[in-house]
């Protein structure tokens, strides 16, 4: 195991973020083994694509966004509650969905849905070449257009877990005859390790299909 001080950390992360810098000067398109990877594996992971600066901005902005969603959900007058057949409890309000941790009273929010209406630096991430380029790559389409956006919080502690599924099911059930058009980009705003409850991925199942259930 090897330590490292966070100034280091974020000393490596810019040089790494520098080095992706020219690598990427004339765009982010996928190269011909990330395409191949995409064919093979269903996904391309890429490093240090935004500098550790922009990163904490995204951070203090989702942390002020989430107290001021937090704020106006608790208030006596706010949205609508919904509590699902398994006891999850959703609520409307900021022009979005809420999930609030399943600890029983938790005012923990687990996810919101969509988000970018809440800030414009989130907002402008729709049309970041850094999104939006390898996402053409990706569909094979010369322009993709927002379909849905989602913040997923960890938080120690209570971060209740994100059980096994497959994101086409919830768009098919919402576009079935557009749902093949779909795909995810995620950007991880912390490092992701077992430790915090990184994301893992089941092995690959078979390419959807147009009309496939
Ligand atoms: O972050 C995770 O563990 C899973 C997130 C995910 O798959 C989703 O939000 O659809």
């Given at each position: 195991m090897?330590?490292?001080?966070?100034?280091?950390?974020?000393?490596?992360?810019?040089?790494?973020?520098?080095?992706?810098?020219?690598?990427?000067?004339?765009?982010?398109?996928?190269?011909?083994?990330?395409?191949?990877?995409?064919?093979?594996?269903?996904?391309?992971?890429?490093?240090?694509?935004?500098?550790?600066?922009?990163?904490?901005?995204?951070?203090?902005?989702?942390?002020?966004?989430?107290?001021?969603?937090?704020?106006?959900?608790?208030?006596?007058?706010?949205?609508?509650?919904?509590?699902?057949?398994?006891?999850?409890?959703?609520?409307?309000?900021?022009?979005?969905?809420?999930?609030?941790?399943?600890?029983?009273?938790?005012?923990?929010?687990?996810?919101?849905?969509?988000?970018?209406?809440?800030?414009?630096?989130?907002?402008?991430?729709?049309?970041?070449?850094?999104?939006?380029?390898?996402?053409?790559?990706?569909?094979?389409?010369?322009?993709?257009?927002?379909?849905?956006?989602?913040?997923?919080?960890k938080?120690p502690r209570?971060g209740?877990?994100?059980?096994?599924?497959?994101?086409?099911?919830?768009?098919?059930?919402?576009?079935?005859?557009?749902?093949?058009?779909?795909?995810?980009?995620?950007?991880?705003?912390d490092d992701a390790s077992p430790a915090n409850g990184a994301?893992?991925?089941?092995?690959?199942?078979?390419?959807?299909?147009?009309?496939?259930?």
């Amino acid at each position: 195991m090897r330590a490292q001080t966070t100034d280091h950390r974020t000393q490596t992360t810019e040089a790494l973020f520098l080095r992706r810098a020219i690598k990427y000067k004339a765009g982010v398109r996928f190269d011909e083994h990330e395409r191949a990877a995409y064919g093979r594996d269903g996904f391309v992971l890429r490093h240090a694509m935004f500098s550790p600066a922009e990163i904490q901005a995204l951070c203090e902005t989702v942390e002020e966004v989430v107290a001021g969603v937090t704020r106006r959900a608790l208030q006596a007058d706010a949205g609508p509650e919904l509590r699902l057949a398994d006891g999850h409890r959703l609520q409307f309000s900021s022009r979005a969905v809420i999930q609030w941790e399943w600890r029983a009273g938790s005012q923990e929010v687990r996810l919101l849905e969509p988000f970018t209406h809440l800030h414009p630096r989130f907002a402008a991430l729709w049309t970041d070449l850094r999104f939006t380029q390898p996402m053409e790559d990706a569909l094979g389409t010369p322009e993709v257009a927002p379909y849905t956006c989602k913040l997923n919080l960890k938080r120690p502690r209570e971060g209740s877990e994100f059980p096994w599924h497959q994101d086409y099911t919830y768009w098919y059930a919402f576009t079935p005859q557009t749902a093949h058009e779909i795909a995810t980009a995620i950007l991880f705003l912390d490092d992701a390790s077992p430790a915090n409850g990184a994301i893992s991925r089941a092995a690959r199942l078979a390419p959807a299909r147009a009309g496939a259930a």
